[in-house]
C-alpha cells in the first residue's frame, strides 16, 4: 500500500451543488447540476495519474486544501496577505461543500468508498493560481499495547 497518494486538480474548486430533479416517463430523476459533474469528472482524471495498482482498503486520512482565485477587487496590500496565508476567504461555499464532490470522485479511483476516510481535514486559501490540492493516506494501526482501557 502506498505510504501517501498526493495529486493537485488546477482550475476553480467547485463546491457540491444541490442536485436536480427531472421527470421522465411518470419517473423522478436525480443529477448532479454541470458545474459539479464537470469537477467531479476533472478530479477523477487529476487522480488517475496516481492511482494505485489495488483499490485502498481500510481507515485513511485525507487533506484537501482548496485555493479560491484571489477576489479583482483586492487592493495590492490585501493579494499580498491573501497569497501569505495571512487573509483566508470566510465566505461561501463551505469547505464540506467542497468535500462532497472530492470524495464522490475518488470512489473507485483511489479507494472503494468514501467512508474510508475517518479523519479529514479541509483548508480554504486565497491564491493567484486556483487548485485543490489533496493529500490521502492509510490510518496507521496502533499498536495495542499503546491503548490502555480503563473501567
Excluded: C
Excluded at 137 to 146: N, W
Aim: net charge positive; proline share 7%.
Amino acid at each position: 500500500m502506498p505510504t501517501e497518494i498526493k495529486f493537485t486538480v488546477y482550475g476553480d474548486p467547485v463546491a457540491q451543488g444541490r442536485p436536480r430533479f427531472s421527470t421522465q416517463g411518470g419517473f423522478v430523476r436525480a443529477y448532479d447540476p454541470k458545474k459539479s459533474k464537470d469537477f467531479k469528472h476533472f478530479v477523477k482524471l487529476a487522480a488517475s495519474d496516481h492511482r494505485p495498482n489495488k483499490l485502498l482498503e481500510g481507515p485513511l486520512i485525507m487533506e484537501v486544501r482548496v485555493f479560491k482565485a484571489t477576489l479583482k477587487s483586492f487592493s495590492k496590500k490585501k493579494k499580498a496577505a491573501a497569497e501569505k496565508g495571512e487573509l483566508r476567504p470566510i465566505t461561501k461555499p463551505d469547505v464540506d461543500n467542497f468535500i462532497k464532490g472530492i470524495k464522490d470522485a475518488l470512489k473507485s479511483v483511489i479507494w472503494k468508498d468514501d467512508s474510508q476516510v475517518v479523519d479529514l481535514r479541509v483548508s480554504k486559501w486565497y491564491s493567484e493560481t486556483p487548485r485543490v490540492e489533496v493529500v490521502i493516506k492509510p490510518l496507521l494501526s496502533i499498536d495495542s499495547e499503546q491503548i490502555k482501557l480503563t473501567i
